[in-house]
């Protein structure tokens, strides 16, 4: 696979999150290898498609919409099996509303590290703020009066 053919997959991966499904209506659990592994901060690292199933499951349960900006990411493609995905994201949690850069220390900044081979994902690292209402305020001294 070329850098392009992996950019795509990690595209439909985004799309999928966004709006249920890939572009052309399948699902996102098959953008997966059997062995993949999915890591999203406080959750831990998902290991094979059951797993990364329940992960997708508990994370998008309080998350009623979300949108990532798709043409503000900035790709990382290394011309290997790795490439990086940095963007940003909007939208609405359980708990509240988010918008990244509003206010400039919430959530909403994220970055994605990709394994693809073979036309499936084979690992994704998720880094981001999980607390997208901003609530946890308290514990971090230098937000207390924000």
Partial sequence: ??????????LD???????GTTPDGREIIELFADDAQLYFPKWGVAQGREEIQQLLVDISEP?????????????????????????TSHGQHADGHWQAGNPDWGAGRWCDVFEIR??????????????YAGLDKDR???????
């Fill in 118 to 131: 073979d036309g499936k994902i084979q690992r994704v690292f998720i880094y981001l703020d999980p607390d």
């Fill in 13 to 19: 991966y985004i799309h999928a999150l966004d709006h």
């Fill in 63 to 87: 998350i009623q919409h979300i949108e990532h900006h798709v043409d503000d990411i900035t790709w990382i493609l290394s011309g290997t099996d790795l490439l990086v995905a940095e963007g």
């Fill in 1 to 10: 696979m070329n850098d392009q053919q992996r950019k795509a997959i990690a």
């Fill in 140 to 146: 971090y001294a230098w937000l207390s009066d924000r």
